[in-house]
């Protein structure tokens, strides 16, 4: 990020949830202890939103990014770049939406895997990312409670998972936001007839493009999963996941061929 963004001061908190210590000795980073853990179902949510909820109260700046450790900004100044738009265009919120292909979660909105803040349009004392996961009753009914076939219950959910990061998306959808454009390959005939609320495919003009980065950069990448963004017709960024850590790609060489080409651009 330093590389990309040489010219920009970022005080970075890290909230060390893993079980191996940080070896990261510079002025401008802060290792916070782990939170413990819960243990109850979707534990990994209720981790990452604890986490992210302790290292709040040590936030003194105007802007808060909110970032993943496996999600790779690539473009030069883009801290510089968006914090400028950001102000220009009057926005409280920036970022990656959750991917289409995760249905069961919020759309049309930031999700905390990049999600930067301004401060002065959204105080800070307002942001809870604690999930719901399980809390509504609707939810329970059609997880739990009804026998239906496995294709509706997955529109019936479409949207419904109150994951980390919902209560912000519920309070603040209707303050001035701006999402980056994930790549999706979708049949969209297919949901034609159906409402945004349940069909699996996003129905917002624009919201997903079928270019791809990833395709050309690392084509191993881009067949095990890892998601990309694109940020006014540019690439802007890829997200790992869960789902694209394979034994194939677990090293760093898959990385390096895809960041190499933008830092040395620089």
Known sequence: CQQLNPDFSVQWLIVNNDAEPL???QANIKILPAVPRVLHGDKGSFHHAAAIMSALPLVKTRFLLVLDHDFYVLQKNWLHNIVQHMQAQQLGFFGSVWHPRWTYQYRYFPSV???LIDLEKIPLEQLDFTPDIGLGFWDQLIS???SLPANLRKRLQVGQFKDTGSRIQKR?????FECLTPHFLADTTQERFLFDRFSLIPKKVGYFTRDSFLQTLSPLGYE???EEFF???QPFAFHLRMVGRTPEISDETELTRVLTPFITRI
């Open 23 to 25: 070896q990261l000795e």
């Open 113 to 115: 895997h990049c999600m």
């Open 144 to 146: 739990t409670k009804l």
């Open 172 to 176: 603040f959808a209707n303050r001035y």
């Open 224 to 226: 095990h999963g890892w």
């Open 231 to 233: 940020w006014q017709n």
